[in-house]
């Protein structure tokens, strides 16, 4: 039903309507509101769920997997600190294979602590295991959910949907949140691969030495891959059910004819959308792919959408400390041999919920076009205020400012 | 004990409903089978032999003799009520010597997640199961000292304020043993770890007191707080099977020696936990919603010396001079105990000064204020 409603309150209802049996999290800007609304659908009766109240997210992360190993469908919620605050659990979740959905509303990590968007959290869980699916708007946040679930329990992992916090969950705007009837018909009961049956007693998390680890990973890395098609189709379905294409691998915004590509992921990209409208007004062949399949990294899909740029610019809204972007290396990746003329630049942007204009962007996109980009570039840099941090602070900052 | 239907059949099969491999033939006395009753859970052939002989412990372990008594008799008094029983475990020895990939020591559904989580990962599994409406289906959890009273504290403590329908079992070694014998929340004072060690002025850990978490937990007002150890086997089964007629978070902490971490023979586990308890070092109770119901009565109250003796990890206390001082604080450490639960000098346990064991002189200077001891035998 289409409604004016907040984004977490599109999620929170759409994440209701997927039925989950356990829910349990811990509060943190600006997730809140998601589970503050999912605890109230319990309390009011409209959801059958059990509600943990937990005292850390460690716990929360727990829980899930508890629950999650006795056979029920478990859904967690989290954001930047509490996020590295599970991380030890979340790392154990995809390695029992426990198909566990999980919200992270991003915001950055400290210090210095600041609660607004960007997207350093669950960036720094890169390697962890889980799919991570970025939400370009509040229609994918909510409808990403019902994919999410059908994703992780086919493949038996668990599956993080990235929404930018603030800028998504705290913007009231128009979405059509998922029925329960077009849900119950997409997403089949939970079966579980594997579960704590006194019928048949498995042993769940052994330890694995030297001997037989190594192939353990391979199975999961091939899984991992497998994952790409699976997002994919089910991405698929999910435009064949519910009428709207939200989800998948990866969107392309008037790449086709473009020079100039850039690659963004999560809401900025709507913005990016209106600049390369006006640029492409003033002649500038630019095109946009909105990455929604972080991981598993669509090599193929990317590869083939930036089958004709001669520049792509990676627009990121976190990058790794003393070397750069961190989409750019698996950017760097598939766009391995295509030539000493291809130009990747980074371009970090919006870090702590610094916004991100129009006017910016078609700035930075314009010289980028130019290649007039350096490897590494932050949008909106004060660079006074970093020169007179440094000369404030003298020789112990010394190379800093070469 | 209610399962008394299987112990009139004459010869069953050696292995009954698949559970008991090996029970010995010949004499009908074992286990007390020719009794009407069987006074223990692992006496009948019923037992569930849920950790099955071929897991890596050391000899001697006691956590692995805790744990095998513990999910035993969890099972029979779930399986007497209709149950059955599921089991989490946190990392540590217990978890690592018994599921080595590609075997596994249990036979029963059995969860490992991480160190610290082992509660919350309980409180997980018990909600899923409401959740799928198997209200047939218990949980229990265990995990060692480290896990439980360190670094999985935050997640015991939350699991018993929300009343998760879980039991936890403690088996304490007092010390982080999986890891190579360091020093956890849970090691007694002067103790000698891999990081206390026996060297400088005041070897060993630093005079505190320990964690103590049965009382932290009897703080949380929760339904069952109990202490047991593996020298009264009976005493366990019995706690564990009670602490299965109810619901809610229940918590039994079982004293448990190491050989390896303690520097003891592998004979004298059940020996050296007995010390512990009738030196007054390690009190057994019960109590419920924060009240002490029960304690047992120390018998013959041995001075601490005679369990400290036995064990490599207070040698410095001996060796190469006799240390009163902290030998003397020890003392007061049991004291304070059996003042604390009243275990000694009760009218159904006349106490017994009895220092035959090592023949050593008594250290009752040291006991001046234990007022319910008697001086002499
Ligand atoms: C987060 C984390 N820190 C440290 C460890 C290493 N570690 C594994 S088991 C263990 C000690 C276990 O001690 P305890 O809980 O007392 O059980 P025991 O081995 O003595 O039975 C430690 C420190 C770990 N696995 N995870
Ligand atoms: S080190 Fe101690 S606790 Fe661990 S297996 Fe050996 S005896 Fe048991």
């Avoid at chain 1, 508890?66 to 056979?71: E, I, K, L, P, R």
């Avoid at chain 1, 030890?88 to 979740?93: M, S």
């Avoid at chain 1, 590494?376 to 006074?384: G, I, Q, S, V």
Wanted: one cysteine or more; a negative charge; charged letters at 20%.
């Amino acid at each position: 039903m289409l409604r004016e409603i907040e984004g977490s309150k599109a999620v929170a209802a759409t994440v209701a309507a997927c039925r989950p049996d356990v829910i349990c999290a811990y509060p943190i800007s600006p997730q809140t509101h998601i589970v503050e609304e999912l605890s109230r659908l319990v309390k009011a009766g409209q959801l059958r769920s059990e509600y943990v109240n937990v005292e850390s997210e460690f716990a929360a992360q727990s829980v899930a997997i508890g629950a999650s190993a006795a056979g029920a469908r478990a859904y967690t919620a989290t954001a930047s600190q509490g996020l590295l605050f599970m991380v030890e659990a979340v790392y154990n979740a995809s390695g029992l294979g426990l198909p566990i959905v999980m919200t992270v509303a991003n915001r950055a990590i400290g210090a210095p602590i600041n609660i607004w968007n960007d997207q350093s959290d669950t960036m720094s869980q890169r390697d962890c295991g889980w799919l991570q699916l970025f939400a370009a708007d509040n229609q994918e946040a909510a409808d990403l959910h019902v994919q999410a679930f059908r994703i992780a329990e086919e493949l038996s992992l668990p599956v993080m949907v990235c929404m930018d916090g603030f800028v998504l969950t705290h913007a009231v705007e128009r979405v059509d949140v998922p029925e329960q009837e077009q849900v119950d018909a997409f997403l089949p009961p939970f079966q579980p691969v594997q579960t704590l049956d006194p019928e048949d007693p498995v042993t769940i998390g052994a330890m694995v030495g030297p001997e037989a680890f190594t192939e353990v990973r391979h199975l999961a890395h091939r899984k991992q891959q497998a994952a790409v098609a699976v997002v994919e189709r089910v991405g698929r379905d999910f435009a064949e059910a519910f009428g709207r294409d939200s989800g998948g691998l990866l969107h392309t915004y008037r790449t086709q004819d473009a020079e100039t590509v850039v690659v963004a992921l999560g809401s900025v990209t709507g913005t990016l959308k209106d600049v390369i409208d006006v640029l492409r007004d003033d002649g500038v062949a630019v095109g946009l792919v909105s990455l929604t399949s972080f991981r598993p990294f669509p090599d193929a899909a990317m590869a083939r959408a930036l089958a004709g740029a001669k520049r792509v610019v990676s627009l990121e809204r976190a990058f790794s400390l003393g070397r750069g972007g961190i989409v750019e290396e698996d950017l760097r990746r598939v766009l391995w041999g295509r030539g000493s003329e291809l130009v990747l630049t980074t371009v970090a942007a919006g870090l702590g919920g610094r916004d991100i204009t129009a006017d910016s962007l078609a700035e930075v996109l314009r010289r980028a076009h130019r290649g007039e980009l350096a490897p590494l570039e932050f949008l909106d840099l004060d660079e006074n205020a970093i020169a007179a941090h440094l000369a404030a602070l003298g020789p112990r900052t010394e190379g800093a400012a070469s | 004990m209610t399962k008394t239907s299987s112990t009139s059949t004459t010869t069953p099969p050696p292995v009954a409903n698949g559970r008991v491999r090996f029970y010995q033939v010949g004499s009908f006395a074992v286990g007390n089978r020719l009794l009407p009753e069987v006074h223990s859970i692992q006496s009948s052939r019923e037992r569930h032999n849920a950790l099955t002989s071929g897991h890596r412990a050391c000899q001697g372990c006691g956590e692995a003799l805790g744990a095998r008594y513990v999910l035993d008799a969890a099972q029979s008094a779930a399986e007497d009520a209709g149950e059955r029983v599921v089991t989490v475990n946190a990392t540590g020895c217990l978890e690592v010597f018994s599921s080595p990939y590609p075997e596994s020591a249990w036979r029963l559904p059995w969860l490992h997640s991480l160190f610290g989580n082992a509660p919350a990962v309980a409180t997980g599994v018990a909600a899923g199961l409401k959740a799928k409406g198997r209200d047939d289906i218990r949980v229990v959890a265990q995990g060692g000292d480290g896990g439980t009273v360190d670094i999985g504290f935050g997640c015991l403590s939350g699991m018993f304020e929300r009343g998760d329908d879980v039991l936890y079992v403690c088996y304490d070694n007092e010390a982080y043993m999986n890891t190579g014998v360091q020093r956890s929340g849970a090691t007694p004072p002067a103790a000698r770890t891999a990081t206390t060690q026996a060297v400088g002025d005041s070897p060993g850990n630093v005079f505190g007191q320990g964690k103590d978490v049965p009382r932290i937990a009897m703080a949380h007002e929760i339904p069952y707080v109990a202490t047991a150890t593996v020298a009264d086997l009976h005493d366990l089964e019995r706690k564990v099977t009670y602490a299965m007629s109810l619901h809610g978070p229940r918590y039994i902490h079982v004293f448990v020696p190491c050989p390896l971490g303690w520097g003891s023979q592998s004979s004298h586990t059940v020996r050296i936990a007995r010390l512990a308890v009738e030196s007054g070092l390690f009190p057994v109770f019960e109590a419920e919603y924060g009240e002490v119901t029960g304690a047992s009565p120390i018998r013959r109250q041995v001075p601490v010396e005679d369990y400290l003796v036995l064990q490599r990890r207070y040698a410095h206390l001996f060796r190469p001079t006799r240390d009163e001082e902290t030998i003397g604080r020890i003392q007061a450490i049991a004291d304070r105990n059996i003042r604390r639960y009243g275990l000694v000098g009760r009218p159904d346990a006349p106490p017994v000064l009895n220092d035959a064991a090592t023949g050593a002189a008594s250290t009752l200077g040291a006991r001046a204020d234990l007022n319910n001891a008697p001086k002499e035998d």
